[in-house]
């Protein structure tokens, strides 16, 4: 409990190195202080670009840990301040007691006495330091820049958290924070950033907590920190936000660019991207808690070949480890004879292998006693491991693999690599959020600074050693999350309720994730414990075959034959859809591994300044150009919001005009799905498995919008990202297109009647009523070109 405050109130001097602006300032305390020397702080500014800059406050500088290159300890969270670094011309004046800084992007205003902060762009505000919020009693309703202090001992005073608090605009509205399950907008909640279990996902309680926010006041906010960060976002008072961190140093990252896109770009430059996953990591995954031999796992496998349904990749959860084994990495023989000939079949038959894990080790096994004896796990203060109850699956007693040691790292990723030889494709990373914060770790650090870092340093650790053996298809299917964690993908969401509720909750956890840095995000199809209703399956799965990547897993079967003949039907006219758009969202995993922008997009990230769309958490967008909207009911009448923009019903072809909510009457077997027109979409025959390489046949399908449309496809085999024009005149069609590696391209033009030619990079196609390529036919109001 804190025993007072200190507050940062005037401005004594300030001084301009290079990119850096530090001012030295006085304090006021809320308790008595022993000494009339006064309590001064550094606050500084340092700027990356025009546009990105750093604000920290340090409680006790000179107390800041050493820089690695000066013997210090690794710094954590790794960021790469020269990946988003650009030429700054900064203008420093004071006039009237405020010193402003003007980059050219931004201008940032310190009043010196009293001390007060505001950030604007080309004259607006962005961000504003609150510092006069009162109470009908002239009581402060919250602290302004500061840090709290905590009596120790009934004695010493130490800074037990850094804080600041600022303005939050009339219409101002907040994302972000990892992946979180309420509300779409955060305003008006508290926020707790540190990692707990939330057993399901319709509560406050996150596995992916990230410190990083967006606001439609045109800037983005990073909490550059371990530790614990609380938020309260006009909960406690509408006007006012306040963010403090269990720390003596607050530090945060300024993004103000002009667009989320932008926003995010920079900040996953920043905190790092993902390499684009391996192909077959888009097809289909059926799991389920869990398959407990190796005859139950290949009649998976043989049925959903039997059934034509596409798959690639099968799981197994901790039954392929021997009871009360959990997690030591070995195989249960018995259960699973000769893994190694298991595996070779899986492979035979076009299937990948994904095993479970988490990284406790229970008591009474062979793993732990060596990692005992080498002192490889998490300790608890004495030097002895901390071994915790209900620790390892099963509810075993068990203790934590170290990740900042690095011995204790390469052992278990030696183990991995061991199981990687023998032909396993991926590990579920499960778990990560235990981390005591009175637990000691070989770095020195304590669980208040490492329980949040915890699962990217576990899940770098796996990821590390399948890329390293497998090279580009280095993967995870990870659960935990914080700053940067986007490096290591994918990531799934947790365990949902197999409700519509649950349903719901999944989605707007992956919209939240999409806007915190997360580009490929998965969820359990059906929901994780218990059995849904045949109707809720085929809704879930419309959904998640339709997300950046597709997992059915459960405590009951998930596999759609469990649900009866009509959902299997449905399931399989799903799954054929997502592997014959597979071209369409690769190529979207190309532009997340460029960009960091995420494959799975809430409509606010493309239609920021569109209000109809800020709290719409019940559609997305698939890419830039598909409109996913879920039916969380068997059938009825489903409202679809259209963003701006011509959208065309993908199953129809019925045009809609912008900004505009249309209502579909759906069945259980219609999901509604919107194509952008002036798109193109690349598409694939769907097969029953993913397919390496560019297509040999590849489809790109033009909608136009005022005569033209706009695409892009990525090209594996030469490693392009190309793009593709049509436009349609009076004239004819001309479509632009680079070579592709694909034998055989089929253009298709929506909308254009009766074209005087057709031309492919300038050369004009042959008309014929059944066309090779050179040639070019009309079908159906369609302009169907073959390259």
């Known amino acids: 409990m804190t025993t007072g405050h200190v507050t940062v109130t005037t401005v004594d001097s300030y001084r301009v190195e290079d990119r850096l602006v530090t001012f030295e300032c006085t304090t006021e305390s809320s308790v008595e202080r022993l000494t009339d020397q006064p309590w001064t702080v550094p606050v500084s500014l340092e700027f990356f670009g ?27 969270p790794d960021l790469d301040p ?11 004046t004071e006039a009237e007691g405020t010193v402003v800084v003007e980059t050219g992007a931004v201008t940032v205003h310190v009043r010196t006495d009293p001390w007060d902060f505001r950030v604007e762009r080309d004259g607006e505000v962005l961000f504003a330091e609150e510092r006069e919020l009162y109470d009908v009693r ?24 850094t804080r600041t608090a600022f303005r939050l605009q009339p219409e101002e509205r907040v994302y972000g924070l990892g992946e979180q399950f309420t509300g779409f907008d955060r305003r008006g909640r508290t926020f707790d950033l540190w990692h ?127 009871d009360e084994h959990a997690c030591d990495l070995v195989w249960d023989r018995e259960q699973f004879p000769d893994p190694e000939g298991m595996i070779e ?45 209900r620790t390892c699956q099963g509810a075993y007693r068990g203790a934590l693999v170290d990740f900042s040691d690095p011995d204790a790292t390469e052992w278990w990723q030696e183990k991995h690599r061991d199981l990687l030889a023998m032909g396993v494709d991926v590990f579920k990373t499960d778990y990560g959020e235990y981390v005591p914060a009175d637990a000691v770790f070989d770095n020195g650090r304590s669980g208040q600074s490492m329980h949040n870092l915890y699962p990217y340093l576990y899940n770098e650790a796996v990821y590390e050693v399948t890329r390293d053996v497998h090279g580009e298809d280095g993967l995870v299917w990870g659960r935990s999350a914080w700053i940067g964690s986007q490096r290591f993908p994918v990531h799934w969401g947790g365990d949902p309720h197999p409700s519509e509720s649950g349903m719901a909750a999944a989605l707007r956890g992956g919209l939240s994730a999409s806007l915190s840095g997360i580009a490929f ?120 919001y259209l963003p701006a923009g011509e959208w065309v019903d993908y199953w129809t072809g019925d045009r809609y005009e912008s900004e505009q909510t249309v209502y ?79 034998d055989r391209v089929v253009v298709e033009v929506e909308g254009v009647d009766q ?9 004009r196609l042959d008309r014929s009523d059944d066309p090779e390529p050179g040639d070019w036919a009309l079908m159906d109001g369609t302009v169907v070109a073959v390259v």
Not at 138 to 161: K, Q, S, Y
Not at 231 to 245: E, F, I, R
């Open 50 to 76: 025009p546009a990105t800059f750093r604000f920290e406050l340090q409680a006790n500088p000179e107390a800041r840990e050493r820089h690695p290159a000066e013997g210090g300890r690794e710094r954590y």
């Open 82 to 92: 020269e990946a988003i670094s650009e030429p700054v011309d900064l203008s420093v």
């Open 138 to 161: 002239g009581n402060d309703r919250t602290p302004p820049l500061g840090f709290e202090l905590e009596e120790i001992n009934e004695g010493p005073h130490r800074v037990a958290e």
């Open 196 to 322: 707990v279990e939330p057993l399901g996902t319709q509560t406050q309680h996150a596995y992916k907590n990230i410190p990083f926010h967006l606001s439609t006041a045109g800037y983005g906010m990073l909490v550059d920190t371990t530790s614990r960060v609380h938020y309260d976002l006009g909960h406690s008072t509408t006007a006012t936000g306040v963010v403090s961190v269990a720390d003596d140093r607050f530090s945060c990252v300024f993004f103000c660019e002009d667009s989320f896109t932008d926003i995010l770009e920079t900040y996953t430059g920043l905190t790092g991207r993902p390499d684009r996953p391996p192909k077959w990591s888009f097809g289909l995954w059926m799991s389920r808690l869990g398959y407990e031999s190796r005859e139950e796992l290949e009649g998976v496998a043989e049925r959903l070949r039997e059934e034509d349904i596409p798959a690639d990749v099968i799981h197994l959860d901790p039954f392929w480890m021997r």
């Open 345 to 389: 079949d899986l492979h035979d038959r076009h299937f990948r292998l994904s095993l479970w894990e988490h990284p406790h080790v229970p008591v009474g096994t062979d793993a732990f006693e060596t990692g005992r004896a080498e002192g490889y796990f998490v300790n608890d203060g004495t030097g002895k491991p901390y071994v915790m109850d």
């Open 521 to 640: 995000w998965s969820h359990d199809i059906g929901g994780f414990r218990g059995t849904p209703s045949p109707e809720l399956y085929v809704r879930w799965a419309q959904f998640g075959l339709l997300s950046s990547h597709a997992r059915c897993h459960g405590t009951t079967p998930r596999e759609p034959w469990a649900f009866g003949e009509a959902a299997t039907d449905q399931f399989r006219t799903y799954a054929e859809l997502r592997y014959s758009l597979l071209p369409y969202i690769y190529t979207y995993a190309e532009v997340a591994a460029r960009t960091g922008l995420p494959v799975v997009r809430p409509l606010v990230l493309e239609y920021q300044d569109d209000p109809a769309v800020r709290q719409l958490d019940t559609q997305y967008l698939l890419g830039e150009d598909l409109l996913v909207v879920p039916v969380f009911a068997g059938s009825g009448t489903r409202s679809v």
């Open 664 to 742: 579909r009457e759906v069945d259980l077997g219609t999901l509604p799905l919107f194509v952008r027109a002036g798109s193109v979409i690349p598409r694939r025959d769907p097969t029953r498995h993913v397919q390496p390489g560019t297509p040999d046949e590849l489809t790109l399908r033009a909608r136009l919008a005022d005569g033209e449309a706009r695409g892009r496809f990525f090209d594996e085999d030469r490693d392009e990202l190309v793009r593709v024009r049509v436009d349609a005149s009076r004239t004819g069609v001309d479509v632009d297109l680079p070579t592709l590696a694909s």
């Open 755 to 763: 074209p005087d030619a057709v031309r492919v990079n300038g050369d």
